[in-house]
């Protein structure tokens, strides 16, 4: 019977206060059972091995040791299993680490033992998923050296396997399961992956491991807060890039989308504020989701306006047709979020929105101290300014051809004519949103039916070209409840003779 005793460092912990001493009494013919009773992991197993023949000595699994001669040989054992591990540790060349087949992890320690004359091996035998499950092979040397430590532990101070075997695993319990929880932290962080982030209320008893996990909440929540004031791709590729942020922005093509809530001002006046910021939560926090969802990023809220990106800073797979699906489900979506606003406030809210897609120049703009992430240039201009015209023609969505083009036959769209638009030298052809082709009303399509002869004259018409007031008055007295067209008509003639001014 041996009794060993085994002291944390008082650094570890605060001064006056009480920390643990562990204390051993081992019988070293109890190896195996303590092995046994002892798991380093869910699934592994352990051997000892002694002498340069490599006899075996214990095992985790004591059906590995044949009762009749506890000192055979591993090479030639009758199990397979140990028999194996040991043959292709010596064909690979003993190495401290390697990776066995079947996806197995192997380590081996050399024991020291005082007293000279006796040569031990410390085979660690795991299966991967015990520590990684899903997560990338390329953490093996992560893996590799958390189990290098493991093994470092178990061999430490050694009179005796069992001393060395018990102490490691006390150990272990109090590092390896704090430190690999912040390694998945830091993880998910530093790809600002935060809804993947796990979060533990307690902390480890090691005052420096400790620290560790306070100062990975602290940045964890440093980034959801500012991810929440800058767009969260703008966010995740100044991480990717490890750049600082810093004035300067380049061209590219974007899809620019404007959205603005109809007579906001007037509701805000006759109802209060405390019932339009309950309202504009409602509504945004839906509008946003549908955005993020649909690959685009909200840029910034203007009051009771949203200005959204698809296409940068991070290019996306068709982003005109990306930025019509988030329009279309707001569309949807508005019919169910009226009905939440007329049941709590009485109230019944209308959008507008105005799209285009062309060149922008998108970056960081402001100054040394403090910089927005945006997009500039005409075609930013061009999408405010066609939700604006919304209030002029009495439509709900307005876009240019390039949207119209790019969007595919998954969306149905009508010509309301070129229009004069302040700030641009040419008239812009628009177009008004009917909907989803494969969900539009029977009057809808109707309505598209008696409009599509006025609707391939206009498309196919170029500025200076006659506009074809015949057409639009067969078809305003035909549909003399659709508005739209007679003013699209008003504009047409407007942009022709004097330049259209906007309010």
């Known amino acids: ?21 562990i204390s051993i009494s081992f019988k070293i013919t109890g190896i195996n059972e303590y092995l046994e009773c002892n798991k380093h992991s869910a699934n592994g197993w352990v051997l000892l091995v002694d002498g340069p023949n490599y006899n075996l000595v214990a095992s985790s699994i004591p059906e590995y040791i044949p009762a009749e001669n506890c000192s055979m040989p591993a090479v030639v ?30 380590d081996v320690v050399s024991l020291a033992v005082p007293g000279g004359g006796i040569s031990l091996r410390l085979f660690l035998i795991t299966p991967r998923n015990d520590f990684l ?68 209320s307690s902390y480890s008893l090691i005052t420096e491991v400790s620290k560790l996990q306070v100062e990975a909440k602290r940045m964890e929540i440093a980034l959801d807060s500012f991810a929440k004031y800058v767009p969260r791709l703008v966010v995740k590729d100044l991480l990717r890039k490890q750049a600082f ?20 001002t007037h509701t805000m006046d006759t109802r209060g504020v405390a019932v339009v910021i309950e309202v504009l939560k409602l509504m945004f926090e839906r509008f946003s989701v549908i955005i993020t969802q649909n690959q685009g990023i909200v840029d910034k809220y203007i009051g009771d306006s949203i200005m959204a990106i698809f296409n940068a800073p991070e290019p996306i797979d068709e982003p005109v047709f990306k930025a019509c699906m988030a329009l279309q489900q707001i569309v949807d979506d508005l019919v169910e979020i009226n009905k939440v606003i ?10 507008r929105i105005g799209m285009h897609h062309g060149t922008v120049y998108a970056g960081n703009v402001g100054s040394s101290e403090r910089l927005n992430y945006t997009v500039l240039g005409n075609s930013v201009n061009l999408a405010s300014r066609l939700e604006s015209l919304n209030k002029e023609v009495g439509t709900q969505v307005l876009v240019t051809d390039s949207v119209r083009t790019a969007s595919g036959p998954a969306f149905v769209w009508r010509c309301l004519g070129n229009v004069a638009i302040r700030g641009f030298a040419e008239p ?52 003399p409840k659709d508005k739209s067209p007679a003013q699209g008509l008003k504009l047409m003639l407007a942009s022709n003779e004097s330049s259209l001014t906007m309010h």
């Not at 199990?79 to 064909?91: D, G, K, L, P, T």
């Not at 962080?189 to 979060?199: G, P």
């Open 1 to 21: 019977m041996l009794m060993a005793m085994y002291a944390f460092p008082e650094k570890m912990y605060p001064r006056n206060t009480k920390y643990p001493i």
């Open 342 to 351: 007329d049941k709590r406030f009485h109230l019944t809210m209308k959008v």
């Open 133 to 200: 499950g899903d997560i990338q092979k390329e953490n093996d040397h992560q893996l590799h050296t958390a189990l290098a430590t493991l093994a470092a532990v178990l061999s430490c101070e050694v009179v005796i396997l069992g001393i060395a075997l018990l102490a490691s695993v006390a150990v272990a319990v109090v590092l390896s399961r704090p430190l690999l929880r912040i390694k998945d932290q830091l993880y998910h962080i530093s790809n600002m992956d935060l809804e993947l982030v796990r979060t533990n």
């Open 428 to 479: 812009v052809r628009v177009h008004e949103y009917i909907g989803r082709s494969d969900a539009l009303t029977s009057e809808a399509r109707h309505m598209v039916g008696e409009y599509a002869e006025l609707d391939d004259a206009l498309c196919a018409r170029r500025h200076g070209d006659p506009v074809p007031v015949s057409l639009f008055e067969d078809y305003n007295v035909s549909n």
């Open 245 to 264: 942020a810093e004035v300067g922005v380049k061209k590219t093509e974007a899809t620019i989308f404007f959205l603005d809530i109809v007579d906001f």
């Open 77 to 106: 054992s009758p199990v397979a299993e140990v028999r194996n591990v040991v043959s292709w540790w010596i064909e690979g060349g003993k190495p401290s680490q390697m990776t066995l087949p079947g996806d197995v992890l192997l």
